[in-house]
């Protein structure tokens, strides 16, 4: 691979916007060109207004990411594992900023950062060649890009240690079990996430961006605040074109067509 060939790229397929690790011989490890690469993407690919979707796939057939580059990381200085965390929160940070969901299309490897990554992401589609794992342990270290945190409130205490402690790998089966994925699909993940993407293109997007803010805003709220805030945006639904679209289409038994307002 030169070194001047972009280590992520982006490509706009209709409704869709396609995200691609591509580190192919290094099994697509995040390093800090390609951690700040995605975050830059996202942050300036999904302006335009006809988009209803992003899907993060790797490239090379191998893997969605088998970790952070191991190699950068190995001389790290405190200082350079600082910024280092910096860009991962910043692209947490990014992915959940994205004005419309973002699919996890794992095939293959997502380990450690790679594995974090895909459960920063709304929707996680594992193909049936997908392992997932936080084998930092291995190599000394812990997870640094919420492996700790935001797998323990996915999966809850007892898969989270069990992960977290032996480094072990699983399929997707069992990550769907322990709630880490939220599909298992027959053959490619990239396929079913661009599926996925599709049906989500097809909803009434002011619908789809309020009932994702309204689980990621209040995902930590106790019940109360967070059924009050789910009330205010149920209301708010009220106030849009794709509402009174949405139910119309349904009583006179045709598709809606939705303008996003
Ligand atoms: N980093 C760098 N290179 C990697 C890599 C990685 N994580 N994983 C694989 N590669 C490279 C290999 O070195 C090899 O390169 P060459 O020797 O060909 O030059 C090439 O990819 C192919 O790998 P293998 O030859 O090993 O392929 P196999 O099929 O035999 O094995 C494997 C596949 C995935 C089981 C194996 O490669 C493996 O165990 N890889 C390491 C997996 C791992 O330990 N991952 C966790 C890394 S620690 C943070 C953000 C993220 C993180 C922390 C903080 N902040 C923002 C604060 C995350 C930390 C981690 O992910």
């Known amino acids: 691979m030169s070194t001047s060939e972009p280590v ?10 396609l995200l691609t690790l591509h580190r192919p011989k ?15 993407l996202l942050r300036t690919r999904t302006s335009r207004p006809d988009l209803r979707a992003v899907v993060i796939t790797g490239s090379g057939g191998k893997a969605f990411a088998a970790g952070a580059d191991i190699a950068a990381m190995q001389e790290f200085t405190p200082a350079q594992a600082e910024a280092f ?19 996890a299309a794992v095939d293959g490897f997502a380990l450690g950062g790679g594995c974090e990554l895909a459960m920063c992401c709304d929707i996680l589609i ?29 999966v809850g205490m007892a898969a989270a240690m069990d992960l977290c402690l032996t480094g072990r790998i699983i399929g997707a089966q069992e990550a769907v079990a322990i709630g880490l994925a939220s599909r298992a699909v027959e053959g490619s ?14 909803k009434g997007p002011v619908a789809v961006r ?50 996003g307002r």
């Open 8 to 17: 992520v790229f982006w490509e706009d397929r209709d409704a869709i916007g």
């Open 26 to 40: 290094a099994l697509n490890a995040l390093n800090a060109e390609v951690m700040a690469g995605v975050a830059e």
């Open 85 to 103: 965390a910096r860009l991962g929160q910043d692209l947490a940070m990014a992915v959940q900023a994205c004005p419309v969901p973002v699919i």
């Open 126 to 154: 594992a193909g049936e060649k997908a392992k997932f794992g936080q084998p930092e342990v291995n190599l000394g270290v812990i997870p640094g890009f919420g492996g700790t945190q935001r797998l323990v409130r996915r």
């Open 189 to 202: 993940a990239l396929d079913a996430a661009l599926e996925t993407a599709a049906t989500i293109a097809a």
């Open 210 to 259: 309020l009932a994702r803010r309204a689980l990621y805003e209040n995902a930590d709220a106790d019940l109360l605040t967070g059924l009050a805030a789910e009330r205010s945006l149920f209301a708010l639904c009220f106030a849009t074109a794709d509402q009174k679209e949405g139910m119309a289409a349904f009583l006179e038994r045709r598709d809606p067509v939705y303008t």
